[in-house]
């Protein structure tokens, strides 16, 4: 079960790291 929410945090990592990245490359609005 520790391995699955592992698993499950590494994805949304995987997921967010490239959207924050960009969020933070865009100027401010």
């Given at each position: 079960m520790i391995?699955?929410?592992?698993?499950l945090a590494g994805l949304l990592a995987l997921i967010f790291a490239?959207?924050?990245?960009?969020?933070?490359a865009l100027p401010d609005l």
């Open positions: 391995k699955s929410k592992l698993l490239p959207v924050a990245a960009l969020a933070q």
